[in-house]
């Protein structure tokens, strides 16, 4: 998983599930999805998915990221 800074006074990760192609948000108290590939992708129409895509563009939620959340080869440096 990995952290981004606060938005709006709360601490926000992006995660993707083991067995499922799936990234989301996690929250304190809450989480969600914004894709599941192949399935669907609502990372457009949720308020904590656009701040990520504002913040680090687009490929935030694409399937580059997703093989590399997979194969543990994530660079968390890059959206530093």
């Given at each position: 998983m990995a952290s981004a800074p606060p938005i709006s006074g709360r601490r926000r990760s992006i995660r993707q599930t083991s067995?499922?192609?799936f990234i989301?948000?996690?929250e304190e108290r809450s989480s969600y999805g914004c894709v599941v590939?192949?399935?669907w992708d609502r990372?457009?129409?949720r308020d904590g998915c656009l701040k990520?895509?504002?913040i680090w563009g687009r490929e935030i939620f694409?399937?580059?990221t997703l093989r590399s959340l997979k194969d543990?080869?994530?660079n968390l440096n890059r959206y530093g």
């Amino acid at each position: 998983m990995a952290s981004a800074p606060p938005i709006s006074g709360r601490r926000r990760s992006i995660r993707q599930t083991s067995g499922q192609e799936f990234i989301g948000i996690r929250e304190e108290r809450s989480s969600y999805g914004c894709v599941v590939f192949g399935q669907w992708d609502r990372s457009a129409t949720r308020d904590g998915c656009l701040k990520f895509i504002e913040i680090w563009g687009r490929e935030i939620f694409g399937e580059s990221t997703l093989r590399s959340l997979k194969d543990g080869t994530f660079n968390l440096n890059r959206y530093g």
